[in-house]
Nanobody, 122 residues
Framework: QVQLVESGGGLVQAGDSLRLSCAASRGTFGSYAMGWFRQPPGKEREFVAAITRSGITFYADSVKGRFTISRDNTKNTVYLQMSSLNPDDTAVYYC????????????????WGQGTQVTVSS
């Protein structure tokens, strides 16, 4: 069973950059695809980005060109580099691990972190 812990959230201004990290323990990190989701205030959880075991990446249209997902299997860590942040990016950000294929779907992920808050002020 994989345990995931996110870090790196905080309060930033519009236009700033922020990097989230998600450290995995237990289980075999390299055998999972990894994803980032977010849940804005009062809204449902939504897909942000995913990276397969081989490093293929997928992004939501709303973050494409601004966010970059990457993974370091030697450190059992997945990252989300966020730039040109705007208030619409305000949300709790979650990382998750999947053995499935439909990486844009939350139900494809078996393991979730506790989330980290990102707040972007205008």
């Amino acid at each position: 069973q994989v345990q995931l812990v996110e870090s790196g959230g905080g309060l930033v201004q519009a236009g700033d950059s922020l990097r989230l990290s998600c450290a995995a323990s237990r289980g075999t990190f390299g055998s999972y695809a990894m994803g980032w989701f977010r849940q804005p205030p009062g809204k449902e959880r939504e897909f942000v980005a995913a990276i397969t075991r081989s490093g293929i990446t997928f992004y939501a249209d709303s973050v494409k060109g601004r966010f970059t997902i990457s993974r370091d299997n030697t450190k059992n860590t997945v990252y989300l580099q966020m730039s040109s942040l705007n208030p619409d990016d305000t949300a709790v950000y979650y990382c998750a691990a999947s053995s499935g294929l439909r990486l844009v779907r939350p139900d494809s992920y078996a393991y979730w972190g506790q989330g980290t808050q990102v707040t972007v002020s205008s």
